[in-house]
Structures are given as structure tokens and as C-alpha cells.
């Protein structure tokens, strides 16, 4: 079974700039949700998504936006980049259903702000 | 305080031997706790699943949750240098519609040949 996948895995922005990620998560989940990772803060939950819908959103300025479509690919767009959003953004995805909350990770994109 | 809570570390043990991480949460309700491994520079990757109070084990690993006391560890047996990463623990709550899933700061794990 293939994994969580996310595209690109690495980028590298201007402050000011926008950026969007994909994540396309393992056959059969239907939960998508991001991360922000830094030295700093650990794991910082973005937002979810469960059959397009958002469920839950995590404590970060509007700035942080996400989608997901029907095939449960999930995008997350940052617009108005800043030095503080380099970081290490992760998406899992899980089945989300019966009690199965079991989440598995991609690999990551890594976006640096200059 | 902090939902879930870890001792940073680093976390030094010789090959061989038992290693202890500890993590603690303190949100009654929570219903669910995960153990990821991380290496650096690297996703973290889930290990263990607990759900319900007791120990659970899985090859070297040992899970074990006290919800009475809201804590939650993770044994690694005859420990390996290719243990060495940061142990990340995560507590789940909710049902229905809203889920929550929080993570601790991680443990690093050292494992000394």
C-alpha cells in the first residue's frame, strides 16, 4: 500500500510570496491533516480535513488555508509569506472512522523564507 | 501546563538495555495515545497505538497506559543504536465530528554503543 505522499519536498519562497502544498494521502483515508513543524515549537496542528470539509483548525492566522477535494487530496496554501513560517510542513492522513484515529505521516515539505 | 507533556531529554542508555519514556496529558477525556518515532530530519513514523489501560506489546516495544493517572510510557527492550531518535507522544479526544490530536515535544533517545 502506497504512503502519504507530498509535493514538493522542498521549497524555497520570498517573503511576501504565496506558496501551495499537496498532499495526497493513503488509499481508503479520508482525514487529512497538516502540521507545522519547527526546532522551536515541536508539532504544531494546521487544520483537518474529513470528506472535504474542514473539522478542526489549529491556532494560526488566516495567512493558513487549506482544501481537500473528493479523490481526498488535501492542498494547504500560505499567502503572504513570512521569515517565521520556514519550517518543516507535514500532512497525515488517516480513516478517521470506528474509533481509528491512527494517523501516518508523509515525508514532508521543507519551505525556507528569505 | 501543556496538554501533553515529555521530557526533552536527551535520554542516554547503553545497548542492551531497557529504555523508559515517560509522557503525560492532562485532558481526562482523552481516549486515545500514539507513540511516533522520529529521526532527524526525517517524518515521524507511528510504532504504537493504546487504547485502552494496561500494556500492550509489539515486537521490543511496550506501550502502557494509566488513565487514572494520565500517563502514558513507552518501553524499548534490548535497546539499539538504531533506536536512537526523538519519541513523540500523542493524545487524542473527541468524537463525532471534532477529533483532536495533540503531540508532546518529543523525547531524544540516545542509545550508546
Known amino acids: 500500500k502506497a504512503g502519504v505522499t507530498q509535493t514538493p519536498r522542498y521549497l524555497i519562497k520570498t517573503r511576501g510570496q504565496q506558496v501551495t502544498l499537496s498532499c495526497s494521502p493513503i488509499?481508503?483515508?479520508?482525514?487529512v491533516s497538516w502540521y507545522q513543524q519547527t526546532p522551536g515549537q515541536g508539532l504544531q496542528f494546521l487544520f483537518e480535513?474529513?470528506?472535504?470539509?474542514?473539522?478542526n483548525k489549529g491556532n494560526f492566522p488566516g495567512r493558513f488555508s487549506g482544501r481537500q477535494f473528493s479523490n481526498s487530496r488535501s492542498e494547504m496554501n500560505v499567502s503572504t509569506l513570512e521569515l517565521g513560517d520556514s519550517a518543516l510542513y507535514l500532512c497525515?492522513?488517516?480513516?478517521?472512522?470506528?474509533?481509528?484515529?491512527?494517523?501516518?505521516f508523509g515525508p514532508g515539505t521543507r519551505l525556507t523564507v528569505t | 501546563q501543556k496538554e501533553v507533556e515529555q521530557n526533552s531529554g536527551p535520554l542516554s542508555v547503553p545497548e542492551g538495555a531497557i529504555a523508559s519514556l515517560n509522557c503525560t496529558y492532562s485532558?481526562?477525556?482523552?481516549?486515545?495515545f500514539f507513540w511516533y518515532r522520529q529521526y532527524s530530519g526525517k517524518s515521524p513514523e507511528l510504532i504504537m497505538s493504546?487504547?485502552?489501560?494496561g500494556d500492550k506489546e509489539d515486537g521490543r516495544f511496550t506501550a502502557q497506559l494509566n488513565k487514572a493517572s494520565q500517563y502514558v510510557s513507552l518501553l524499548i527492550r534490548d535497546s539499539q543504536p538504531s533506536d536512537s531518535a526523538t519519541y513523540l507522544c500523542a493524545a487524542q479526544r473527541g468524537s463525532g465530528g471534532y477529533q483532536k490530536v495533540t503531540f508532546g515535544t518529543g523525547t531524544k533517545l540516545q542509545v550508546i554503543p
Open positions: 480535513y474529513f470528506s472535504e470539509t474542514q473539522r
Open positions: 497525515a492522513s488517516s480513516r478517521r472512522l470506528a474509533g481509528d484515529y491512527e494517523q501516518y
Open positions: 493504546i487504547y485502552s489501560n
Open positions: 488509499s481508503g483515508h479520508r482525514s
Open positions: 485532558d481526562r477525556v482523552s481516549q486515545s
